[in-house]
């Protein structure tokens, strides 16, 4: 799972809540031995099957998109295309004003009508009571059935890119039926939407493996194309290879220590740039390390850094070098080509930097981070050692589980973490690290220039998105308010024989597992 995208779904509830027992209604588990069935193995159980609180980013979302169809899809060049709505648009200038229009004949997998009132209603209550991730992307909104198929969207925070956030991959436009609104606790083991498949409870066993059946009432039939999937939980990564070499899992999440290493009959590999690693400065005003506040010292750690060669050794093949938050995914990331030499490797200017800010002697900062990953933990090291060749010491807290990590980012006791940041979008990166209700901005700080920009990011239009959010980017590049270190691929190998998975264009997200080809 990519980790930028599970910190407010971890903060908010740790534990997966048990499994109903009752199977839930609008599937068939009628299978035979020539029917197409898919098999993912992910590495952790779901914190929950509530999309309110469940993690986004793969493979999180294996959990929840075979069951929750969204009100629009993308297709395999990541653009945005129908999907429980037919038609969508923005009204007036601005971005502040929104519509779709939905489908006629729509109904949840209960058999209950989906008209645009009940999807209204859903949409209401994900943005109050959402602990997920995707919170701060739906915040400003508030919605109102128009008509019986017409949904209309206001935002008080103008945003230029409402369709993607109506896509599955958010969760939030994935509507849950009135009995899921009604009851939260079985939320957590059961599904209430409209997506192409239902959770079948019987044959699914909590932590261990999780079933599902087809949806008869899905409005789309003919593109439902297996006859189950089942996701199963193996934690060990070298377990997973196994059981996608023996043929008991179709396909898997992969990362820099076993891409390139499996072979076998069929087996393959597709990878694309998705993430990046950056370290979060987020006491830019030097509440716990006055240091940082320092432009000039921020500054003196991008250029203390050998990024290639901690790329080479944490990420190997999968993985670049990189100044910037953003990915080179198209105009609406903000990728600057330019920007990529603006720190290079220096270290002398580094002691320089350090020495014109008042800090020539050097300070410490503490940082945590994810000690349970090897790549982190390889950065982390790598990245403190170099800092401590210019004088600069990077007290390491490695923790030992999410819950934990969670738990030092809120204590206001550190300087910054180590953390996988969305380089795709930068009205998203935005606010996940850098405008003042950022997660990543635990101490509130407030950048003048990070709000102008975002502000004209925010009322682009389509045609001025790529500029205002290369400048957006450019303020965050040349203030050094994060110290980033690399883009990251994600990668996925699997038995081609059974089954294709697919990026989405050049955006970096993985297809839903519901919508891969049958081989």
């Known amino acids: 799972m990519n980790q930028r995208h599970r910190i407010l779904a971890a903060s908010a509830t740790l534990a997966v809540a048990a499994l109903s027992l009752t199977a839930c209604t609008g599937g068939s588990s009628t299978s035979s031995?020539?029917?197409?069935?898919?098999?993912?193995?992910?590495?952790?159980?779901?914190?929950?099957?509530?999309?309110?609180?469940?993690?986004?980013?793969?493979?999180g979302?294996?959990?929840?998109?075979?069951?929750?169809?969204?009100?629009?899809?993308?297709?395999?060049?990541?653009?945005?295309?129908?999907?429980?709505?037919?038609?969508?648009?923005?009204?007036?200038d601005g971005n502040t004003?929104?519509?779709?229009?939905?489908?006629?004949?729509?109904?949840?997998?209960?058999?209950?009508?989906?008209?645009?009132?009940a999807v209204a209603a859903s949409l209401t209550y994900f943005t109050a009571t959402t602990?997920?991730?995707s919170k701060a992307y739906f915040a400003a909104m508030t919605f109102t059935a128009v008509d019986t198929k017409t949904v209309h969207i206001t935002t008080t925070v103008p945003n230029p890119i409402i369709p993607d956030l109506l896509t599955v991959g958010y969760l939030g436009a994935a509507p849950i039926s009135a009995a899921g609104i009604a009851d939260e606790s079985s939320r957590a083991g059961q599904t209430f939407g409209a997506g192409q498949y239902v959770l079948d409870a019987k044959q699914t066993v909590s932590n261990?493996?999780?079933?599902?059946?087809?949806?008869?009432?899905?409005?789309?039939?003919?593109?439902?194309?297996?006859?189950?999937?089942?996701?199963?939980?193996?934690?060990?990564?070298?377990?997973?290879?196994?059981?996608?070499?023996?043929?008991?899992?179709?396909?898997?999440?992969?990362?820099?220590?076993?891409?390139?290493?499996?072979?076998?009959?069929?087996?393959?590999?597709?990878?694309?740039?998705?993430?990046v690693y950056n370290f979060y400065l987020m006491d830019r005003e030097g509440?716990?390390?006055?240091?940082?506040?320092?432009?000039?010292?921020?500054?003196?750690?991008?250029?203390?850094?050998?990024?290639?060669?901690?790329?080479?050794?944490?990420?190997?093949?999968?993985?670049?070098?990189?100044?910037?938050?953003?990915?080179?995914?198209?105009?609406?990331?903000?990728?600057?080509?330019?920007?990529?030499?603006?720190y290079s490797y220096d270290p002398a200017k580094a002691k320089s930097l350090l020495a014109a800010a008042g800090y020539g002697g050097g300070f410490s900062m503490p940082f945590t981070y994810l000690g349970y990953s090897p790549t982190d933990t390889k950065i982390a090291q790598a990245v403190?050692?170099?800092?401590?060749?210019?004088?600069?010491?990077?007290?390491?807290?490695?923790?030992?589980?999410?819950?934990?990590w969670v738990n030092d980012l809120v204590s206001g006791q550190y300087a910054g973490t180590l953390l996988t940041g969305d380089g795709s979008q930068m009205y998203i990166n935005a606010q996940f690290g850098f405008t003042q209700g950022a997660v990543m901005n635990q101490y509130g700080v407030v950048n003048a220039d990070v709000n102008s920009a975002f502000q004209k990011l925010a009322s682009s239009t389509p045609d001025q998105i790529g500029p205002a959010a290369q400048a957006l980017n450019s303020v965050i590049v040349t203030q050094a308010l994060a110290l980033p270190i690399a883009s990251s691929d994600s990668i996925v190998i699997f038995n081609s024989k059974k089954v294709k998975p697919y990026f989405l264009g050049t955006t970096g997200e993985l297809a839903p597992i519901e919508s891969w080809s049958v081989n």
């Open 208 to 275: 261990d493996h999780y079933v599902y059946v087809p949806n008869t009432k899905y409005w789309d039939q003919k593109a439902i194309a297996y006859t189950e999937i089942d996701v199963r939980v193996i934690p060990n990564p070298d377990q997973q290879v196994q059981a996608l070499k023996s043929g008991q899992v179709d396909a898997i999440v992969g990362d820099p220590s076993i891409g390139g290493t499996v072979s076998g009959d069929g087996l393959q590999e597709i990878s694309e740039p998705s993430t």
């Open 287 to 342: 509440k716990v390390v006055p240091a940082l506040a320092s432009e000039q010292v921020r500054q003196a750690l991008n250029y203390a850094v050998d990024r290639d060669s901690i790329t080479k050794a944490a990420l190997g093949n999968y993985g670049s070098a990189t100044d910037q938050t953003a990915i080179d995914a198209g105009a609406a990331s903000g990728y600057d080509k330019s920007l990529e030499s603006t």
């Open 384 to 404: 403190a050692s170099e800092l401590a060749a210019v004088g600069v010491t990077m007290n390491l807290k490695s923790e030992p589980d999410f819950g934990s």
């Open 97 to 117: 004003d929104f519509e779709f229009t939905l489908r006629d004949g729509l109904t949840f997998a209960d058999g209950t009508p989906m008209d645009a009132a």
């Open 33 to 59: 031995s020539s029917d197409h069935k898919l098999v993912v193995a992910v590495g952790t159980a779901p914190v929950s099957l509530d999309t309110l609180k469940a993690a986004t980013g793969v493979p």
């Open 61 to 92: 979302t294996w959990f929840e998109t075979p069951a929750y169809a969204a009100v629009l899809t993308k297709d395999a060049s990541g653009a945005v295309q129908p999907g429980l709505a037919e038609s969508w648009k923005y009204v007036g």
């Open 131 to 133: 602990t997920g991730p």
